[in-house]
């Protein structure tokens, strides 16, 4: 009886002493735990015309995210404004001229007018923003996500972003918040998107009066019941955009529209998600924070690679890589 009342007396004071040790000295304490997204509610967040802003992202800093990838009209103003800033010659200019893929050399390396931006031989210095949105618009480039990009030149663009908003930009380019609000209380960073961003986004299925598990489904394997595409993946051949009457090509010179998954398509060719974004899943991957790292899926992919769990690896361009920014704004104290 003695005995066992030793025992029960001292683990009595074992346990109690466990308890009063600091956390680090506990043994077999996992500390390296992930500290859950802390969200912050944001009254009276400015607005920035053409960025959406997603409340679900948001913490510290307001989140608002470009509602479509980066086409090839985005790109070359920021072209246009690197070479007029730079000149041609500059390693950093170098750097942002995109490959000559198959999308590239139909959508502009053929356009006469902007040779100079490729090779040096013809001053683009009578290019202005109105003639290049004109050229462009006209052969649909305005709507095709720009690729045969690397991760440091979609970096250099993030750059141009943030001066665009800060004054003109060397082309002409300027962005505005609206003009109600006092920039000069914010901090502002233009950046990728997170994976952890990307799988909230992800988990978002396109409207919410479909948020069923019908839909889900649907969303996860890429066609609904009639085989027509919820995006542009790789499906099954019966799965083809004939069989939705809603989807028309909206660029004169798009390829294989009829068949999905088998070229890039312009961007909003299928319905925007619940925030108001187009072609999260599918169409180009899109590069995250990560240099290695895009989530998404393209127009290669299958369609189940396209989900928040899923991301795709990649070392240099692809013409199933682009990307979308982020625009993160603060309050400064």
């Excluded at 001292?10 to 040790?21: C, D, E, G, K």
């Excluded at 990009?149 to 943030?162: G, H, K, L, T």
């Excluded at 396109?206 to 649907?218: A, G, L, N």
Aim: charged content about 25%; aromatic content about 12%.
């Amino acid at each position: 009886m003695k005995r066992y009342l030793l025992v029960f007396i001292f683990s009595f004071f074992f346990v109690n002493a466990f308890a009063q040790l600091p956390d680090h000295r506990k043994p077999h304490q996992k500390t390296h735990l992930k500290e859950p997204r802390k969200k912050v509610v944001h009254d009276n967040a400015p607005h920035i015309p053409g960025w959406v802003h997603v409340k679900e992202l948001d913490t510290d800093f307001i989140h608002y995210v470009k509602p479509t990838e980066v086409t090839l009209l985005d790109w070359t103003y920021f072209m246009l404004d690197r070479y007029k800033t730079e000149k041609i010659g500059n390693g950093s200019y170098q750097l942002i001229i995109p490959e000559k893929n198959e999308i590239n050399s139909k959508y502009f390396y053929s356009i006469p007018e902007f040779e100079g931006l490729w090779d040096a031989e013809k001053s683009v210095e009578s290019l202005t923003p109105e003639l290049i949105q004109k050229i462009l618009v006209k052969r649909g480039a305005d709507k095709i996500p720009v690729t045969g990009i690397s991760y440091q030149a979609a970096s250099e663009y993030m750059i141009y972003v943030a001066i665009s908003y800060k004054g003109t930009t060397a082309s002409g380019i300027h962005n505005a918040f609206d003009p109600k609000y006092d920039l000069s209380k914010y901090q502002m960073i233009v950046t990728f998107l997170t994976s952890e961003e990307y799988k909230i986004l992800l988990a978002h299925y396109y409207k919410p009066d479909h948020d069923s598990t019908v839909y889900k489904e649907h969303m996860n394997r890429g066609y609904d019941n009639n085989f027509c595409p919820m995006f542009n993946a790789s499906m099954p051949e019966e799965v083809t955009n004939g069989n939705c009457p809603d989807i028309k090509p909206t660029a004169p010179l798009v390829m294989n529209y009829g068949r999905v998954g088998k070229a890039v398509y312009p961007v909003g060719s299928y319905p925007a998600d619940v925030h108001g974004l187009y072609d999260l899943r599918g169409n180009v991957a899109e590069m995250t924070k990560n240099e290695t790292v895009a989530m998404g899926g393209g127009y290669r992919t299958r369609a189940d690679g396209c989900t928040a769990e899923a991301a795709q690896a990649y070392s240099q361009p692809a013409t199933w890589l682009g990307f979308r920014p982020v625009i993160q704004i603060k309050k400064a104290h």
